[in-house]
């Protein structure tokens, strides 16, 4: 890793320290992890976007259609945001990294929104080259697999950096969350086989970060 000691390390980073972070590690700039707090604080505010979206998802779900699935799709969702979380600290302990996990998780959950700014900037670019294109389920296609290449990059690169990972230990951590979430998912067809709890919760969420972001 380069060296990190000409960057800032502060305990509780204000928006623009957090904002110059996640520019700096979404473009693989490793001092861009010290621009990120090491406390519980940190945690809970970059934990706290999210949980105001789960929130909206939640309202607008169970609202739409108040039943008992609508229930297990807002517990879904939840478990979305909280099991990478549960997953790389469990690994963090097992690899002797705890003491970094902190700075970790909050870089993590604060740099998943660059991912949205990316495919933003990707589908403008589409939009520009051609209008069809971006339309089409080819473009969708294209939209879909850059942001998910580009997401995956970057938990890896994030984990890596933050906690001080070799790469093929940060290779795993990204397998395991991936894992993880396979599972859930699976675990969510068993419960409710006739519905798709994680598109029907997440769809009205994104459509509201997009909104937000315009995620």
């Given at each position: ?16 320290m ?11 700039r ?7 707090g ?13 949980l ?13 259609a ?22 790389t ?26 991912t949205?700014?990316v ?24 939209l ?33 969350v ?28 994104l ?6 972001a315009?995620?």
């Amino acid at each position: 890793m380069s060296d990190r000691s000409t960057s800032p390390e502060p305990n509780s980073p204000g928006l623009g320290m957090i904002l110059k972070g996640m520019l700096l590690l979404g473009r693989g700039r490793p001092e861009g992890i010290a621009y990120f707090g090491n406390t519980r604080d940190s945690v809970l505010s970059a934990l706290a976007p999210r949980l105001a979206l789960w929130l909206v998802g939640g309202g607008l779900t169970i609202g739409t259609a108040p039943q008992a699935i609508s229930g297990v799709k807002v517990l879904f969702a939840l478990c979305l945001i909280l099991l990478p979380a549960i997953v790389t600290h469990a690994l963090a302990r097992r690899w002797k990294r705890e003491g970094l996990w902190l700075r970790y998780i909050t870089a993590a959950w604060w740099t998943d929104w660059v991912t949205l700014f990316v495919g933003l900037v990707v589908a403008l670019l589409m939009a520009l080259a051609s209008p069809r294109l971006l339309e089409s389920s080819t473009g969708a296609m294209i939209l879909n697999g850059v942001e998910f290449g580009y997401s995956l990059w970057l938990t890896w690169y994030v984990a890596r950096v933050g906690l001080l990972l070799r790469r093929g230990q940060a290779v795993v951590l990204v397998l395991a969350v991936l894992g993880s979430l396979g599972l859930l998912s699976a675990v969510v067809g068993v419960m409710s086989p006739n519905q798709r709890a994680w598109h029907e919760f997440l769809y009205p969420l994104l459509m509201q970060q997009g909104q937000g972001a315009a995620h």
